[in-house]
């Protein structure tokens, strides 16, 4: 510290001369930077000439300024003692009302030991004093020895009520009342005598609660058997509520821990010397009461009304479970707030009392961290070996996060593995037989807020539950026939929670309700609610609404494939089709293309599915674009080629090119995407000139596939579409980095990344971060390649696409290649290969490029002839050129090697720049002439029949 002022003045070590000096720093200091009056620095009666003096010599030691508004210390409040004092102080302070009496006590010792003697300034030794004997009172909540030390405090300060109240309460714990009593009649005389005052409230209801006895007796709360887990918010929350209001309300779903949370903030304000609560607490349980009022006389200790029996306490009464009996307990709620003014009620129930002046704290499910933390905790006191598995929290997700099933699931871990638990979970499957009957069973918790439904609340409860994620107001009112007061009857029990304009239900009370709705339709009404929000949003999320349509259907996902499966398993191929085939630029943009294809191919696998035109060649085009294997596309293909003549959707005419893909027919293909580049609708037009650049370029017409890809680019941005857009650029970036322009690569990769940011991790994502961590390695930033392709494969890993992590492990491969790792390289290597097992589309080639990798590895020819071979049949020249290239390295032959590097340079579509003879000769060779070198024995090998 620079400054202290708390005790002896000084600046950078430095004693600071004379009491006047020390208070004008003291009150500069103190305003934090402010300018403070000159009125306010003339301290004992200074003139202005004298605190001009002051001023004077005070500079000699700190730079203080003079402005319009008075004179100001240019000081970093963290480099002052007193403003750190000033922190430790409030926060101890806060920890104490909230019910943290350790965390307070040791917070505002740290806070009193900055001081080291008495400070210039009275309004400094005041905070101090407070903080003093905040700290003695968070001392004595914990039950430690304070009477000796109240007692000098007593005596130094024998008005000062604080201290005094403090020290009866210390006098009552230790059952000694009668001394208690002698310091109340020593503070009630001396403030008499000396002030002409009574008493304060506070200490007059301290006396007559010594004299009725109930100051210092035994808790009235039954000590839990269980710690407290979790919940450290909610508790600070409810403690700061009490403080300040007087009837507080805890609401939420069954088995959320509303009572637990109730018992624990009571029995905080009960610990010894609280200053919460200078009464009792009376908890009344309602939970098999039929009636109120006589269940808070037998709590309160008898009487004829509970008002009389509750006069002058100043305590807390703890009403739970209020749901089934809430008119009548907020009838008498409100009696006592009336006529018991220094009675605080904290209350539980599903819904809020509805009384003026009520607070109402919802009690949400747990977090998933605390969830798997109390579960762990649970189990571990009924199996202590008990060690945690991934299955924990799969089981807190299938119970919501509740602490009473969590509880509930930990019992059942003393017989079963989590991973068994986590696959049996049903409503009957967790009890208990010591819990309350409503607490049983997690059927019984639901079964006990359903039976306080009405019979329309109830039939709106069994109908939401076909919304797995939730409905909006408008789909609950076309598919439910809800209405808002309806709505908000459920929301107000806690069946249904509000949530940013959607209605939900925990998943526990949502299987409850599911199984209450009998032959309802309404799964009917929900499967054609959505086909209808699918056709409508299709277009748009091709268009300059891309982004809002695609948070309008993400917000839908679950209610989407639940109504796409129920459709499907209904045999409602009309209405499964109109999905599949409205989906599927949502499913691509969300990296869901193979969840959509399984999807899809059970849709068209339906009696009928082939009546369905349109819908029925989208949904064939969706699953050729998630690239399953030729047997499963072709006889769908036939079907969609049939069916699609004289059909309105732009993609449609994508079905032709398509084929020609699947033939290998690369001169049917570009005539046929030749003719859609003229479209006049622009998204169709960017689709068949992404098309041809991808094929340009792969044919090493680099020239051209620009063109083709300018085009994309600019059609894509015309219709709205982020993601035709990123993929054109993407392309784009492949040129620039086959032609050595690895800068280039690298910001127009980024680009293209920032412009698919909003659609998330998707597979797009995995390959865009591969194709950067490829360009960094290149570069010789390998560090950083790393990341990019570790993260690429993580993604992969998260979306289930072998053929994206597969490609994040090549690069991973060459990365450790180029890192002088060889051994690494071929593990790597090896696992990218067990990836490529599967017919995708595209496996073909990026096994071809691990054998290069694997070539350049090994030093084996035959591995780059054979991935050569590959990439010529698949038409990827550039990707053709890196095999040719790793034969020209092992080429012991100068002249050979050579002619294999202008051969590549040719494939590649980058003419070089070297004019020594065998380069310009390969480099001037055709596809044929290349394929006939390549395919001739390598100098000093025997035949061709040497390599493989």
């Known amino acids: 510290m620079r400054f202290r002022i708390l005790g002896t003045t000084e600046v950078a070590g430095e004693p600071v001369p004379g009491r006047g000096l020390q208070m004008l720093l003291s009150e500069l200091l103190m305003a934090g930077g402010a300018a403070v009056p000159e009125q306010r620095l003339r301290h004992d009666g200074a003139t202005a000439n004298a605190l001009q003096s002051q001023i004077s010599r005070l500079r000699k030691l700190v730079p203080v300024e003079r402005t319009p508004a008075g004179y100001r210390l240019p000081a970093d409040p963290e480099e002052v003692d007193a403003h750190l004092f000033a922190r430790l102080a409030a926060d101890g302070e806060r920890a104490l009302r909230a019910g943290r009496p350790a965390d307070a006590a040791g917070l505002l010792r740290e806070a009193l030991a900055l001081w080291r003697g008495q400070a210039a300034l009275d309004g400094l030794n005041e905070a101090r004093q ?57 503070g009630r005389r001396l403030i008499g005598e000396r002030l002409g005052a009574d008493p304060s409230a506070e200490l007059q209801r301290l006396h007559l609660q010594i004299l009725r006895g109930r100051h210092g007796r035994r808790p009235s709360l039954r000590a839990p058997l269980t710690s407290f887990v979790g919940r450290d918010a909610e508790l600070t929350a409810l403690g700061d509520l009490l403080a300040r209001r007087r009837l507080v309300t805890l609401t939420g779903p069954g088995g959320a821990g509303k009572t637990r949370l109730a018992v624990e903030a009571a029995r905080r304000l009960e610990a010894p010397g609280s200053s919460e609560t200078a009464g009792r607490i009376v908890l009344v349980e309602l939970a098999a009461a039929t009636e109120v009022a006589p269940a808070v006389l037998a709590a309160a200790g008898g009487g004829s009304d509970p008002v009389e029996a509750l006069a002058g306490e100043s305590g807390v009464l703890l009403l739970d479970n209020c749901e089934h009996v809430l008119p009548e307990a907020a009838e008498l709620v409100a009696r006592l707030l009336d006529g018991c003014p220094a009675l605080r009620v904290l209350a539980t129930s599903r819904e809020p009392l509805g009384l003026d002046g009520e607070s109402v704290l919802p009690v949400h499910p747990l977090p998933a961290r605390v969830a798997e933390s109390l579960l762990v905790d649970r189990a571990r006191a009924v199996r202590p070996d008990f060690e945690p598995s991934e299955a924990v929290g799969r089981i807190c997700r299938s119970l919501d996060g509740l602490p009473l099933a969590i509880e509930l699931a930990a019992a059942r871990l003393r017989a079963l593995s989590a991973e068994d638990l986590a696959d049996r979970l049903d409503l009957d499957l967790l009890a208990s037989r010591t819990a309350p009957p409503r607490h049983r069973t997690l059927r019984a918790v639901v079964s006990w807020s359903w039976e306080l439904l009405c019979p329309r609340e109830r039939r709106l409860a069994a109908r939401l539950s076909v919304f797995p994620s939730g409905a909006t107001l408008a789909a609950a009112e076309q598919v439910c026939g809800a209405t808002p007061a309806l709505l908000a009857a459920l929301v107000d029990k806690s069946l249904v929670q509000a949530d940013g304009g959607r209605y939900r239900m925990l998943e526990t009370v949502r299987a409850f309700c599911a199984e209450q709705l009998g032959d309802d339709p309404v799964r009917q009404a929900h499967a054609e609610f959505f086909a209808r929000l699918t056709e409508e949003a299709e277009p748009y999320l091709r268009n300059h609404r891309q982004l809002a349509a695609l948070a309008e259907l993400a917000a839908e996902h679950d209610n989407l494939n639940a109504a796409l499966n ?263 290597y090896g696992r990218a290969l067990a990836g490529c097992e599967t017919l995708w589309v595209g496996a073909e080639e990026v096994r071809a490029r691990i054998l290069i990798g694997l070539g350049q590895v090994t030093g084996d020819a035959g591995l780059h002839r054979e991935a050569f071979s590959v990439l010529m049949r698949t038409l990827d020249l550039p990707a053709a050129a890196e095999a040719v290239e790793g034969l020209a390295a092992l080429e012991p032959s100068e002249e050979r090697a050579a002619q294999l590097q202008g051969a590549a340079a040719a494939l590649r579509g980058v003419p070089g720049s070297r004019t020594d003879e065998a380069y310009v000769k390969g480099a001037a060779m055709s596809r044929e002439q290349i394929v006939r070198l390549v395919s001739a024995p390598r100098a000093g090998s025997a035949s061709g029949t040497a390599h493989r």
């Open 566 to 828: 129920w459709a499907i398993g209904a045999g409602q191929a009309g209405t499964a089709l109109r999905m599949t085939g409205s989906l599927w630029f949502y499913w691509w943009l969300r990296g869901l293309r193979h969840h959509g294809a399984r999807l899809s191919l059970r849709a068209l696998d339906l009696p009928g599915a082939d009546e369905c035109g349109e819908h029925y060649v989208m949904s064939v085009l969706q699953v050729v674009s998630a690239g399953p294997p030729e047997p499963v596309i072709r006889p769908l293909m036939e079907v969609a080629e049939r069916l699609a003549g004289g059909l309105e959707h732009p993609l449609v005419r994508m079905v032709h090119p398509m084929t020609a893909i699947i033939d290998g027919d690369y001169t049917a293909l570009i005539p046929a995407l030749l003719r859609s580049s003229t479209e006049p609708q622009p998204w169709l037009r960017g689709f068949a000139e992404l098309m041809l650049g991808l094929l340009r370029s792969g044919g090493g017409e680099l020239d051209r596939a620009d063109r083709h890809l300018d085009s994309a680019l600019t059609a894509f941005r015309l219709a709205g579409d982020r993601w035709g857009a990123a993929q054109a650029m993407l392309q784009q970036a492949l040129i620039a980095g086959l032609r050595g322009d690895h800068r280039v690569e690298l910001a127009i990769t980024d680009q293209a990344l920032a412009l698919t940011a909003p659609f998330g991790a998707t597979e797009d994502t995995s390959g865009a971060l591969s194709s950067r961590g490829l360009a960094l390695a290149r570069c010789g930033d390998l560090d950083g390649a790393r990341r990019d392709l570790l993260q690429a494969a993580e993604v992969a890993r998260t979306r289930e696409t072998e053929e994206m992590l597969a490609i994040a492990l090549f690069g991973l491969g060459e990365v450790a290649r180029l890192g002088g790792e060889p051994e690494r390289a071929l593990e790597l």
């Open 130 to 186: 407070q903080a003093l004997e905040h700290r003695v009172e968070a001392d004595l909540r914990l039950g430690a020895p304070v009477v000796e030390e109240l007692r000098e405090l007593v005596r130094e300060h024998p008005l000062r009520e604080r201290p005094r109240v403090l020290l009866i309460r210390a006098l009552a714990r230790d059952g000694r009342e009668a001394e208690a009593l002698s310091a109340f009649e020593e």
